[in-house]
């Protein structure tokens, strides 16, 4: 009452008042009810009247109370998740829980509010976190989970796997993300192709041990031979030409040998090898 007496004397003054509160009016019980009270002004024969509604608005602070109860539960499980997750829009990142920030190295989030993931993301993928997110945005599209190669604050770089869906966020086209560090996951993998390697050359030993025995064996023969040739050369020169031909032989064996080692090298490791100068 002394509300509505206040607002009746301030627009008596010719101030503005608010056509619209809410408060509380008591019950013949004693208990009070929580009310949205509208309230507009008329002239009547030269008399200010107020005319008001009166709506019991329980309901709507229930159902209020009941929105923020479930808000809050969902930011305590966004932000409790392990997983990183983030909100994109045209101009860049809008939300990143702590598990995203954590993810690129950063300590807080308004530190990574408005940057653009391909600044994360390795220069050769950019260009795929393009298109993905043109394609969401625009046509709305589903799209399989990805992987992309990033790297953090401090420059380290690692693999993520990023899975995406389209949503309405703050009344704008917005991308959600869910991502994880699967750098483990890659490098095991690389380790089981290398067990798979070393598996499959234990079956291919002993026909690699064959096809290496025979050319070393005519090597060792034409080098037993040679041995026994060489001294002889200066007394009897004609015996160079088949000394010759017992080095040509030897030659080609152990070119034989050195391929069927250069094949067996591909089984036995990841080919891990680095060029460079050496003095």
Same mark, same amino acid.
């Given at each position: 009452?002394?509300?509505?007496?206040?607002?009746?004397?301030?627009?008596?003054?010719?101030?503005?008042?608010?056509?619209?509160?809410?408060?509380?009016?008591?019950?013949?019980?004693?208990?009070?009810?929580?009310?949205?009270?509208?309230?507009?002004?008329?002239?009547?024969?030269?008399?200010?009247?107020?005319?008001?509604?009166?709506?019991?608005?329980?309901?709507?602070?229930?159902?209020?109370? @009941? !929105?923020?109860?479930?808000?809050?539960?969902?930011?305590?499980?966004?932000?409790?998740?392990?997983? @990183?997750?983030?909100?994109?829009?045209?101009? #860049?990142?809008?939300?990143?829980?702590? @598990?995203?920030?954590?993810?690129?190295?950063?300590?807080?989030?308004?530190?990574?509010?408005? =940057?653009?993931?391909?600044?994360?993301?390795?220069?050769?993928?950019?260009?795929?976190?393009?298109?993905?997110?043109?394609?969401?945005?625009?046509?709305?599209?589903? !799209?399989?989970?990805?992987?992309?190669?990033?790297?953090?604050?401090?420059?380290?770089?690692?693999?993520?796997?990023?899975?995406?869906?389209?949503?309405?966020?703050? #009344?704008?086209?917005?991308? !959600?993300?869910?991502?994880?560090?699967?750098?483990?996951?890659?490098?095991?993998?690389?380790?089981?192709?290398?067990?798979?390697?070393? @598996?499959? /050359?234990?079956?291919?030993?002993?026909?690699?041990?064959?096809?290496?025995?025979?050319?070393?064996?005519?090597?060792?023969?034409? /080098?037993?031979?040679?041995?026994? !040739?060489?001294?002889?050369?200066?007394?009897?020169?004609?015996?160079?030409?088949?000394?010759?031909?017992?080095?040509?032989? =030897?030659?080609?064996?152990?070119?034989?040998?050195?391929?069927?080692?250069?094949?067996?090298?591909?089984?036995?490791?990841?080919?891990?090898?680095?060029?460079?100068?050496?003095?």
């Amino acid at each position: 009452v002394d509300t509505l007496r206040d607002m009746i004397e301030r627009r008596v003054r010719g101030e503005e008042v608010p056509m619209r509160i809410e408060t509380a009016i008591r019950r013949r019980d004693g208990s009070r009810v929580p009310i949205e009270a509208s309230t507009s002004f008329v002239d009547v024969e030269d008399t200010l009247l107020s005319v008001t509604f009166v709506v019991d608005i329980r309901v709507r602070q229930s159902a209020e109370a @009941a !929105l923020a109860r479930s808000e809050e539960r969902f930011r305590i499980l966004i932000e409790s998740a392990p997983e @990183a997750i983030w909100i994109l829009i045209d101009t #860049g990142l809008v939300y990143a829980n702590p @598990a995203a920030i954590a993810l690129f190295g950063y300590d807080r989030l308004d530190e990574v509010l408005g =940057a653009d993931p391909r600044s994360f993301a390795h220069p050769d993928d950019a260009a795929a976190i393009e298109r993905r997110s043109r394609a969401m945005l625009k046509n709305r599209e589903r !799209l399989a989970p990805y992987e992309y190669r990033v790297k953090r604050r401090d420059g380290r770089s690692f693999m993520v796997e990023v899975s995406s869906i389209a949503i309405e966020f703050a #009344g704008k086209s917005a991308i !959600l993300s869910f991502a994880r560090d699967v750098t483990e996951r890659k490098q095991m993998q690389l380790r089981l192709l290398q067990a798979d390697r070393l @598996a499959t /050359l234990g079956m291919l030993a002993g026909g690699m041990a064959h096809a290496i025995n025979n050319p070393l064996t005519y090597v060792m023969l034409d /080098l037993e031979q040679l041995a026994a !040739l060489v001294p002889k050369l200066v007394e009897e020169p004609a015996l160079a030409v088949e000394a010759m031909t017992r080095l040509h032989e =030897a030659h080609q064996g152990a070119e034989r040998i050195a391929e069927v080692v250069r094949r067996m090298r591909t089984f036995s490791r990841v080919d891990d090898q680095t060029r460079g100068p050496v003095d």
